[in-house]
């Protein structure tokens, strides 16, 4: 129980924020109410701020004395602004939290990389954008990162391409229109190259040999597509 409050008490802000405010707090009111003439109130509620002032400090303290790590995680759109929406993840696992403005992820000690290293990876499937960033565990228990999501353009096309009777196409080129990567179908008719898009997103894909000539367009990342060659 008195883990648990130290913890809740850690996640108001940072520390030595709450600590300063909870001072300046305390000498504001303790003024005031010596100017009333209640130096029993005064001191009652000095005493009162300047304590829960200090809690998160030591909720800090605690928390730091068993090593556990508190990663804060901001989440920035194309237009850098913070996104609400995203989903977010860590090399070593674990559920992220929702808090005022981002996500949180609690490292106990028995989880922390020898090297310190933790990659947080953030998406907004919805609108194909994905992004990383590394965090090293070391002094700072209390590490801030932000993570710039950027156009997700990872995903592969896979797939065989025939001739009318389905027969496989041995050596012809295919290529996503607007890019030069160019992959050659091998033996089978078998061919694979990048999309340039996200996994799932609809893309182009053209083949050609000699006189013999195909297009579709096809989803990203997802079944091997059969793409049929024939003349104009």
């Known amino acids: 129980m008195q883990e648990q409050a130290l913890k809740i008490a850690s ?7 709450v600590v300063a405010f909870a001072l300046v707090f305390a000498a504001t009111t303790f003024g005031l109410a010596l100017r009333a003439k209640k130096p029993r109130i005064a001191w009652i509620l000095a005493t009162g701020i300047i304590l829960l002032g200090f809690a998160p400090l030591a909720a800090s303290t605690f928390l730091q004395a ?56 953030a998406s907004e499937k919805s609108a194909f954008l994905t992004g990383s960033s590394t965090v090293v565990l070391a002094q700072d228990y209390y590490p801030t990162i932000s993570i710039q999501l950027a156009s997700d353009t990872s995903a592969m096309i896979r797939g065989i391409v025939v001739d009318e009777q ?51 367009f096809v989803p990203a990342g997802r079944l091997p597509v059969e793409l049929i060659v024939k003349r104009p």
């Open 11 to 17: 996640q108001i802000t940072h520390p030595v924020t």
């Open 66 to 121: 068993r090593g556990v790590y508190r990663i804060r995680i901001t989440i920035l759109g194309l237009d850098k602004s913070p996104v609400e929406d995203a989903q977010v993840s860590s090399s070593i696992g674990g559920e992220p939290k929702r808090v005022q403005g981002g996500w949180e992820f609690d490292i106990p000690p028995q989880t922390r990389p020898a090297d310190g290293k933790v990659v947080l990876f």
């Open 166 to 216: 389905h027969r496989s196409v041995v050596g012809a080129t295919v290529s996503v229109p607007g890019y030069q990567d160019v992959a050659v179908t091998d033996k089978m008719g078998n061919f694979a190259l990048p999309a340039h898009v996200a996994d799932g997103q609809i893309v182009q894909v053209r083949a050609q040999k000699n006189q013999l000539v195909g297009s579709m």
